[in-house]
């Protein structure tokens, strides 16, 4: 076998006799390729880094929740007797708050929401909370009385969201809380401390605090934790009631509503109740609801001077004089004496233009209150029309005209003199009227004193 020369053009041997010119590879390729390898490789290890710290970070993440999870529990653990003359009691206490912070802090990310083991501990954390302050309280202890309320209710609701974990369909839809029967047969009997926090927190005119606490005790009987002969409805109403108090105080119509229907019905509060949504309902023009309110206190409390004017008054202004003279008619039954009443057909006839009629109201109003300012314009202001009409009266001979529109502008004189004394500066309405009396009846004195 012979040995190739060291020159030997080995493209030949791999294409063939023919011979190729051989292919020469630029240096830059080299340098890009190495670059581009380089860079692979950093990446790769970026990658790596990443997941070994993400692994330490995890391990780090476990270590310390099972450390805050030992806390907690010590937490539970230790908090026992405090009431009695505990040195530590302070420490125990704000150990607690603690863990219930953290655990509050970890059930608030999506990784550990649904763990049922976290909200059992916060749910114990809570309860030790409320223990240790409601035996305080039966003991006559020193006990902030705020913070036990707050608690109670913070207590209820983590045990609701407990329960919503845990009533949560397993894989086969199969829904079975292996909790619900104990904690609600713990909180069933604890309700009221609802109610109390609310009544405490009203009392206290700490509107939202009453308002939350309200809103828990009413919105457990939509909870699936508990049967409904498990608790006691007795005080709904009342709750109801209560709840827009504090709504009402917070002008809040969201909250006002939610429970407005039940509130009405707390019978020895209904017509503050019907007030308190009609002026709620006022104020965000929310017509439709208003009206409905002020009928009802109208027709359960017709006495009542609330609801009468602003059903007279929402009529009159949108020129229904037919209804306004309606609940007038229906008022004056209930009191065909009572002033209000009165004022009120009497003002609906004149806004009718039912003169004769509107002086009749209006003579009634007087006898009872001479210096009613409003009754003495009107009647004035109705016989200075009638004057005006009889000047006008073209049926009638100029001396017969001047001497019936001169027995009006007398019998208008008290009325409106007296309506200038008790409304001086009410010129514009009462200065015309009086400056055409006094010239028309050659009343000079008057008519001068009037230019003053």
Request: glycine share 2%; proline share 3%.
């Amino acid at each position: 076998m012979s040995m190739l020369a060291n020159d030997t053009d080995f493209s030949s041997l791999i294409l063939g006799s023919e011979r190729v010119c051989p292919i020469k590879v630029p240096h830059k390729f080299y340098i890009i390729v190495y670059w581009l390898m380089r860079k692979i490789v950093m990446i790769l290890l970026c990658i790596c880094s990443i997941g070994v710290f993400a692994a330490k970070e995890d391990v780090k993440k476990a270590k310390q929740l099972k450390a805050d999870i030992e806390a907690a529990k010590s937490a539970v653990k230790n908090a026992t007797d405090m009431e009695k003359g505990d040195n530590n009691a302070q420490k125990k206490q704000q150990a607690l708050e603690k863990s219930e912070a953290t655990m509050r802090k970890y059930l608030s990310e999506a990784e550990y929401a649904k763990r049922k083991d976290l909200h059992m501990l916060l749910v114990d954390l809570l309860r030790k909370q409320f223990e240790v302050g409601n035996n305080k309280m039966y003991l006559k202890l020193k006990t902030d009385t705020a913070c036990y309320m707050k608690t109670c209710r913070r207590m209820f609701l983590a045990i609701e969201t407990l329960d919503s974990v845990d009533a949560a369909p397993n894989e086969k839809g199969v829904s079975d809380p292996s909790y619900r029967k104990r904690h609600s047969e713990f909180l069933a009997p604890r309700r009221v401390n609802l109610l109390n926090g609310g009544v405490y927190f009203l009392t206290h005119k700490q509107w939202d605090e009453a308002w939350n606490s309200l809103d828990v005790y009413l919105d457990v009987r939509r909870q699936p934790l508990f049967d409904a002969d498990m608790l006691d409805s007795s005080k709904d109403t009342l709750a109801s009631y209560l709840a827009l108090v504090a709504a009402y105080n917070l002008n809040d119509i969201v909250k006002a509503r939610k429970y407005s229907a039940e509130a009405v019905h707390y019978t020895s509060r209904r017509e503050e109740a019907l007030r308190m949504l009609s002026d709620m309902t006022f104020e965000n023009k929310d017509t439709s609801e208003y009206i409905k309110y002020v009928k009802e206190g109208f027709k359960d409390y017709p006495r009542s001077e609330y609801f009468f004017p602003r059903l007279i008054d929402y009529y009159t202004e949108r020129g229904d004089y037919a209804t306004s003279e309606k609940y007038a008619d229906e008022a004056l039954k209930v009191d065909s004496l009572k002033e209000l009443f009165l004022l009120a057909k009497h003002s609906v006839l004149m806004s009718m233009e039912k003169y004769d009629e509107s002086l009749v109201y209006g003579n009634k109003i007087l006898q009872k209150n001479e210096a009613m300012p409003i009754v003495n314009y009107n009647i004035g202001y109705i016989y200075y029309l009638k004057a005006q009409h009889e000047l006008k009266n073209r049926k009638l001979v100029y001396r017969a005209r001047m001497k019936k529109s001169q027995s009006y502008y007398k019998k208008l004189l008290p009325y409106m003199e007296r309506y200038r004394k008790a409304m001086p500066d009410d010129r514009a309405r009462w200065y015309p009227i009086l400056y055409d009396a006094y010239l028309n009846l050659n009343m000079g004195d008057e008519f001068r004193a009037l230019e003053k």
